[in-house]
């Protein structure tokens, strides 16, 4: 108790009143991420730095006073991550969200981490230039949260994840020291690379305060077509052969036929063939050349047995078909009433092992789960259902889970591509890596966080 006292006393003595809040309400709002079903503590207070100075200050009192810290962005994580632990500190970044400076000669961007992703993409554009990671969360997520959790997206396959933009970084150590990691420069080899460390790094070794972006130029419309079919191993052939051709799509991506059906019951009409087995959506953006790459996988589609295949060339009919895959979880969540979203990825070789294994294991364990995702990068988002309100069905659906994630790791791949792990897939983590790299991990957040007060019990 006297450690709460004294952090609420010391935020008190640095910040105005508006930038924290004790409110019981408030604190019960802000502490959980979109993820369902995963713990969510009670925290001490919540706090809203505007600089880095301050954040670093709140960091040095909070490990005096050995209060654990929570960085948080705009809360849309899946696994949990920025959830509350009991007697935590939330620090929401959100209020530090200045675009510092859009260089168009270095194709660049320097932001504050709480930016939210969609509006850097926006500002950037405005410029001719360009910013790829695309999740689907793009409106919500901030900057901070995307480098966080090195979030990925539709456009990933041809542009690849944040990680790939990040060029330089300030961070917050949990010993509150200010580190500038990374380069401005497109090259830079001198020492060793912590900004990729602290990319993917969910909040466990430093609080990420400032970044340094690159850009493309801007690319093409967006042009997209879908093909459906009645076997999901004739759509992975004609995935196989999208990926293989030189046309480099900008996404591609797969909905299963439960998928399709449930999102014919939102829709309440047949948007599109009820007896379909899997539906392949890609697009292209490439200058000058999309509409005939679109044609060129028009006809994949129909030489791998494409019983339906729609091209679109307008902006609002590419968006009406990309908006099939963003029903995917609306459709199933009131399908199924509620479900587990996994996001497991492997080589894409495995793909048609992966797609059989999930059904094996829904029918072995009699669970709902449906799949779709992004098949051009080989991560997939099975969606497990289950009834929120019986724990048989709850226990099932997180046996499945864990299942499906054993099968990823067992066929070479990852239990999460990318939504991190958070609480949610930390007991599954040794599933996928050794006693001994995990050991390592630890010895490396040892260094940035002594006291181990960043987000402790997460990623780890
Ligand atoms: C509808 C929907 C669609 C989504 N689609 C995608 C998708 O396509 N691809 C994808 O990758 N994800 C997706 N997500 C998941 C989520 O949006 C991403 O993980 C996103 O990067 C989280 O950003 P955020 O700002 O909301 O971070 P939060 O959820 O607030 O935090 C995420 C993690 O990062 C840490 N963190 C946040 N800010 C900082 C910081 N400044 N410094 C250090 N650590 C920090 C937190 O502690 C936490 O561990 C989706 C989520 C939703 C709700």
Do not use: W
Request: with cysteine; glycine share 10%; proline share 5%.
């Amino acid at each position: 108790m006297k450690t709460a006292t004294s952090i609420i006393d010391t935020l008190s003595m640095l910040l105005p009143a508006e930038d924290y809040s004790t409110d019981r309400e408030h604190l019960d709002r802000m502490s959980g991420d979109s993820a369902d079903d995963v713990a969510i503590g009670a925290p001490l207070a919540i706090v809203y730095p505007r600089t880095t100075q301050q954040v670093s200050t709140i960091v040095r009192a909070a490990a005096a006073a050995k209060v654990p810290l929570v960085p948080q962005g705009a809360r849309s994580g899946l696994v949990g991550g920025a959830n509350a632990t009991d007697g935590a500190l939330l620090l929401n970044l959100t209020r530090m969200d200045a675009i510092r400076e859009i260089s168009v000669a270095d194709q660049t961007v320097t932001c504050e981490a709480g930016v939210n992703t969609k509006r850097l993409a926006d500002a950037v554009a405005e410029h001719g230039l360009f910013y790829p990671p695309d999740p689907g969360s793009v409106s919500l997520s901030t900057i901070g949260g995307n480098v966080a959790t090195n979030a990925g997206g539709m456009q990933c396959l041809k542009y690849g994840t944040t990680g790939r933009f990040v060029r330089a970084m300030t961070v917050v150590t949990g010993t509150g020291e200010v580190l500038e990691l990374g380069h401005a420069t497109a090259k830079g080899v001198a020492g060793l690379d912590l900004a990729a460390l602290f990319v993917g790094s969910e909040g466990t070794l430093g609080i990420v305060t400032e970044v340094t972006l690159a850009l493309l130029p801007a690319p093409g419309p967006l042009m997209g077509a879908y093909g459906v079919f009645v076997d999901m191993d004739q759509a992975l052939e004609a995935a196989n052969a999208i990926v293989a051709s030189p046309f480099g799509p900008a996404a591609l991506e797969v909905l299963d036929g439960q998928i399709i059906r449930a999102i014919n019951e939102l829709n309440r009409e047949e948007v599109l063939p009820g007896d379909a087995e899997a539906l392949l959506i890609v697009q292209s953006d490439t200058i000058d050349r999309a509409e005939a790459d679109i044609a060129a996988f028009a006809e994949i589609f129909s030489t791998f047995g494409a019983t339906k295949v729609v091209t679109a060339t307008e902006p609002q009919a590419v968006s009406d078909i990309m908006n099939l895959r963003r029903q995917l979880h609306p459709a199933t969540r009131r399908a199924y009433g509620s479900v587990l979203n996994e996001d497991i990825a492997v080589p894409r070789g495995r793909m048609r092992e992966l797609i059989a294994g999930v059904s094996g294991i829904a029918e072995e364990l009699g669970v709902p789960i449906a799949t779709g995702g992004h098949v051009g990068d080989g991560n997939l988002h099975p969606l497990i259902g289950f009834d929120p309100r019986d724990p048989s069905s709850r226990a099932l659906a997180n046996k499945a889970f864990e299942r499906v994630m054993a099968l990823a790791a067992e066929l070479g791949g990852t239990i999460t591509g990318e939504h991190g792990v958070g609480i949610l897939k930390r007991s599954v983590v040794g599933a996928e890596l050794s006693p001994e790299v995990r050991a390592a991990q630890k010895a490396i957040k040892a260094v940035f966080d002594p006291a181990g007060i960043l987000n402790p019990g997460k990623k780890l």
